[in-house]
């Protein structure tokens, strides 16, 4: 079972995630570092819940959602899903294109050669291949954590910012907001209910790959929130000592600044590399979510077993949802109000996504495998906090943009 949970949540840790944590090692030190740990059981909750949905009904979520109340909320909902990846993958390719501006490539290389490449592996099909090749990728992340090491972040000033993690001012809640705004993703649910069922495992003792599927859900947990530690980390020893409240808007920005630091060839190797895992796996989860959910919801084949031939709508539908990102990048010359735009978007679906999820875990499972109790009332306080701080992040993103 290790891949599904785990895929998912190096995809969490994608480019505006990156963006986020450096902006605020760069304006707040590491004040933010405990906010990163609080949200590792929150992510674990809310993805916990979407792979015992997967595992014990069979379906993804954009079908059961149908399946539960109807064919027209289950379009509603794929319809916006579909909408919010696809500006979720305008997000990743925009950070292709960063990293191919940082080694002077044409924009025309930067995105299309990434964006051929997603096409053809999801051409190929087979889900444990795509899961393989994913968190190959994905692991490139973990080149943030030798980033942090080699910025010699000091001791006491990490105490410090792990004992006063708040300020009472606006823009510090705005940038609070923003990283808890951006732990979850209306993607990611999408994505690991139908990714563990094409993983193949439903026909096994249902306890053992619950428990399987919890632990792969924890680890991944734990690995993006410290990926994104790192970040913080690596940004707050560095440029936050130096030129704290340094604007750090595309990954360029972080390299750059980095730079005099750790020297040309770390940055650009460490924070490039980084960026390339966290934004390639993000664009391919993204790809499939948006297209297993419109494909759950209007009937048609979607397995990534099927040969593209026996299920072409759902391989159409990403191969275009990834070719789509990558062609809005190369013609928009305004990425940073298109990045705003998409942050508003899908901080607006986060109460229509966490809604269903919590509905779906009452009213779909049997009643011996739903929560109850403190761990119930526990999970719908920290998914009312997510929605809270999602919306927080759309009214801060409408602001500015306005």
Known sequence: MLGPGLMVMLADTDAG?????????????????????????VLYVVQEITARLGLLTGQGHGALIRHTFGATWAL??????????????VTEFAGLAGIGTMIGLPRSVSIGLPAVALVALVLLGRYRRIEHVGIAIGALE??????????????HAVISGLTHPLQANSPFLMLLAANVGAVIMPWMVFYQQEAVIDKGHRDQDIPTVLRAARLNTALGAIATQV?????????????????????????????????????????????????????TVAALVVSLAGAWGMAEV???????????????????????????????????????????????????????VLGFLLLLERRALPAEFRMHGVRRYATYALTGLVIAFGLATAYQALALHL
């Open 17 to 41: 995630s990156v963006i986020t944590a450096a902006q605020s090692g760069a304006r707040y030190g590491y004040q933010l570092i405990l906010t990163q740990l609080v949200l590792i059981p």
């Open 76 to 89: 509603l909902s794929a319809a916006t899903l579909f909408a919010a990846c696809l500006g979720a993958l």
């Open 142 to 155: 973990l080149l943030f954590i030798p980033a942090a090491l080699l910025a010699h972040p000091q001791a």
């Open 227 to 279: 990926i994104m530690i790192a970040v913080v980390v690596a940004v707050a020893a560095t440029i936050g000592t130096t030129h704290p409240g340094a604007n750090l808007d595309n990954i360029g920005d972080i390299a750059g600044a980095l730079t005099p630091f750790l020297g040309h060839r770390s940055a650009v190797l460490l924070f490039g590399l980084g960026m390339l895992g966290a934004a």
């Open 298 to 352: 209007l009937g048609w084949k979607h397995s990534l077993n099927d040969a593209p031939r026996r299920a072409k709508g759902f391989y159409a539908l990403a191969v275009t949802g990834t070719l789509a990102g990558a062609l809005l990048v190369l013609l928009t010359p305004n990425l940073v109000a298109l990045s705003v735009d998409v942050e508003v978007m899908n901080a607006s679906l986060l109460p229509v």
